[in-house]
């Protein structure tokens, strides 16, 4: 690679002029400029690399210009660009049944969008329509999605701006042992206390109506909370009493990002419905979905389903996703996670949270951790305040420029850093990434005051 800041300069130019971003005050962002990426690196027009701690948004699980994912992006596109979601097309059906082959249970259906939060949104229409209910019970501190009803679904800061958002979404705690929200000593009482509350919730809002519980597997952006060993088969035993749609929301944790297809496979519960986008195919084309269980999909077999999008199973995305899952079998992308979150990421991420006093605790999975920063270890006291921003989040801001620097690209949010890089990423880098981070770390470390 040659670098050419002059084009850069160009990039930045019309972006500026041209280009609104999301989540930003528009005059108070500088986008960097990137000129290109491979495997776990991107870099800029002046050639300076990164490696990525992030994934971009968590999405680029099989790494940047996979050589065989491009060249089928390539073939499916000089076959067939684009058809109507009427029709029966082959990427399309190919796509559907691999990605039914790995969902558990009778998981057995795809109805494909193309992100996110148009997966969320659907799978909650589908539970409603499903139990004739209206009320969908999501959690604090999750994520998911930004139109109409995602985004009152999310518990998250994201979501105030968009309120009063649509009406039914009630809001509960998930289990967070760490900074647990109800006093719990340990992870077996937060489990324990956490389907209490969620038992007691339904109590009250009445069981008859509420058509779903969505739930992220694992919380991704809100801070990597893996739940404790119980709960999620807790939420799917509550569900069948009283007839509660459970949706798995896997738009982050699923497609490798835990070592495993579909993130509940780790605890070996089987949801009503698992929304997926992001990791499906790594963003090469926009994709996403909702894998839905054969008795739910019976609802809709003499019923019209009233929903669907122009691009619902886009050949291109489709084809994008069945070269993906082959290249993750093909290549042992989940045994590679597996092998260096086990032999990397947990036994050095222990290590530095003994050193770095700022470091409160690491948690995680697969390729998918955070390590929660603190002012003062004893107290717990988050390093910057919850959803801080501009001087307020300094520490967190220099935490990150000290990384980048170094040519790591950090994934941070409120307190936390994430360990999340892509899945292709081999041993040598991310001990190379993990040394850059344990250095930066000095930084937070001086606003340590406990
Ligand atoms: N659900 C979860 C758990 C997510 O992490 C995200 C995005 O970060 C979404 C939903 C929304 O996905 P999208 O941005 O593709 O609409």
């Known amino acids: ?65 996979h050589p065989k994912l491009v060249a089928a992006i390539q073939e499916a596109a000089a076959r067939q660009c684009t058809i109507a979601p009427s029709f029966a097309d082959e990427s399309r059906s190919e796509a559907a049944r691999m990605i039914a082959e790995r969902a558990p249970g009778s998981l057995d259906k795809v109805f494909f969008t193309n992100g996110g939060a148009e997966a969320t949104e659907n799978a909650m229409r589908m539970a409603k329509l499903h139990t004739g209910r209206n009320k969908v019970l999501t959690t604090y501190r999750s994520y998911h999605g930004a139109t109409a009803g995602s985004i009152a679904a999310t518990g998250d800061p994201r979501r105030w701006a968009n309120e009063p958002g649509v009406a039914g979404i009630v809001h509960f705690w998930g289990p967070y042992p760490y900074r647990s929200p109800f006093h719990s000593a340990d992870a077996a009482q937060e489990c324990e206390r956490a389907l209490q509350h969620l038992r007691e919730t339904i109590m009250v809002e009445g069981a008859h109506t509420i058509a779903a519980i969505m739930l992220e597997t694992v919380v991704g952006t809100n801070g990597i909370l893996v739940p404790p060993e119980g709960y999620l088969a807790g939420v799917r035993e509550i569900c069948d009493e009283h007839g509660i749609v459970y949706i798995a929301d896997e738009v982050m944790a699923g497609f490798g990002r835990c070592g495993e297809w579909f993130a509940v496979d780790h605890w070996g519960v089987v949801p009503d419905l698992i929304c997926f986008a992001k990791g499906v195919n790594s963003g090469y084309v926009p994709l996403g979905g909702v894998v839905i269980s054969a008795e739910i999909a019976a609802t809709f077999d ?67 951790w955070a390590l929660d920063l603190v002012r003062d270890p004893e107290t717990r006291e988050p390093l910057v305040p919850y959803n801080a921003s501009g001087p307020a989040a300094a520490p967190m801001t220099e935490l990150a420029a000290a990384c980048k620097a170094e040519g790591l690209w950090p994934f941070t949010h409120f307190n936390r850093t994430h360990v999340v890089p892509p899945c292709t990423t081999t041993a040598e880098e991310m001990a190379e990434g993990l040394d850059i981070l344990d250095r930066a770390l000095d930084v937070t470390d001086r606003h340590v005051t406990g």
């Open 1 to 65: 690679f040659v670098p050419d800041p002059e084009k850069g300069a160009r990039v930045a130019q019309d972006d500026r002029a041209h280009v609104f971003h999301s989540w930003s005050a528009q005059a108070q962002i500088s986008p960097l400029p990137i000129a290109g990426a491979s495997g776990s690196h991107f870099w800029d027009f002046e050639g300076k690399r990164y490696l990525d701690f992030s994934s971009q948004l968590v999405n680029v699980n099989i790494g940047y210009q």
């Open 302 to 368: 003499e019923r019209v389903f009233p929903g669907g999008l122009t691009y619902s199973g886009h050949p291109l995305a489709c084809a994008s996703a069945v070269a993906s899952m082959r290249i993750f079998d093909e290549e042992g992308i989940l045994e590679n996670v597996r092998k260096v979150a086990d032999t990397v990421i947990a036994p050095r991420l222990a290590e530095i949270a003994d050193k770095h006093p700022s470091v409160g605790e690491v948690r995680g999975l697969g390729f998918f």
